[in-house]
């Protein structure tokens, strides 16, 4: 029985990862792959919380609409995440795997508020919770949101789950020499301004002292690598 080296994790999964090529959508068999590496690790005892980005639904409509505000749009966004979040949410119910959707925004009808101690109720019982809505603030990114929950209910390590495996000393989905770091502290990921995730993020989980693992959602058995230990990503650290 393999034993994971995290008791409670926030995932955060990529929003754009999960549509299928340029088509801004969500596409099931992608969030079927994600069911089933979410699975495995639930299976071994790790109490799982998720954030989800809102990339493939936002950024398709951001990029027809001109002229609005930035704090509509930003609102925009974050309905996007409860989009996802509720996809992800009944899929993973129908998998099997009892999840709760918390959100920042209220809606009433049919989404639980945020409430951190209900959360951590429910990660004790062995649920998945999802938080939907970001952080609820415009000008944030669910990045940021992520790492804010994940210290709220004190979990171990963000993983970060996204389209590249992991951190580059540039972007390598823009520069294919770009090397890539197996650890890198946070004051050298925020001076060098590595665009994988937004600075508030890394400087709020600096100042919490919670690590971060950046790791590719595509690639299969990443995120259980991730769990057990193994060589896999790379591990931001104070
Ligand atoms: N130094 C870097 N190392 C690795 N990836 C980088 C770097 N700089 C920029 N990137 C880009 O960052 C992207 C991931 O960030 P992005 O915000 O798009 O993803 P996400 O948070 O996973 O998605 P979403 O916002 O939809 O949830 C990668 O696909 C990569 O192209
Ligand atoms: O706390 C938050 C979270 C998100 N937003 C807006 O939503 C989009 C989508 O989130 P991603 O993290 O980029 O996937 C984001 O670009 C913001 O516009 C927000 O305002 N506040």
Same mark, same amino acid.
């Given at each position: 029985m393999i034993k994971p080296i995290y008791k409670r994790v926030l995932l955060k999964l990529s /929003?754009?990862? +999960?549509? %299928? /090529?340029?088509?801004y959508n969500i596409n099931s068999s992608v969030i079927k792959n994600m069911i089933s590496d979410i699975a495995e690790i639930v299976s071994l005892g790790v109490e799982l919380a998720i954030v989800i980005g809102g990339g493939n639904i936002f950024r398709g409509i951001s990029n027809k609409i001109? #002229?609005?505000d930035r704090s509509t749009a930003d609102y925009m966004g974050m309905l996007a995440t409860i989009i996802n979040s509720l996809a992800l949410f009944d899929m993973l119910n129908k998998s099997g795997i009892i999840s709760h959707v918390m959100s920042a925004?209220?809606?009433e009808k049919f989404l639980e508020s945020y409430i951190p101690l209900n959360a951590i109720k429910y990660l004790e019982e062995g649920k998945v919770v999802i938080f939907a809505g /970001?952080? #609820?603030?415009?000008?944030?990114?669910t990045d940021t949101a992520a790492a804010l929950r994940g210290a709220e209910i004190k979990a171990e390590i963000i993983l970060k789950a996204t389209k590249v495996d992991g951190i580059y000393n540039t972007d390598p989905n823009k520069d294919l020499s770009a090397i890539s770091y197996k650890s890198i502290t946070f004051d050298e990921v925020i001076s060098k301004r +590595? %665009?994988?995730?937004d600075s508030t993020a890394f400087s709020f989980c600096r100042d919490q002292k919670l690590p971060i693992k950046v790791f590719s959602i595509? %690639?299969? /058995?990443a995120l259980k690598r991730v769990i057990e230990g193994k060589n896999e990503g790379t591990l931001v650290y104070v």
């Open positions: /929003g754009e990862a +999960l549509m %299928k /090529g340029n088509s001109q #002229g609005i925004i209220s809606i /970001g952080t #609820g603030n415009p000008f944030f990114t +590595l %665009k994988i995730m595509i %690639k299969s /058995g």
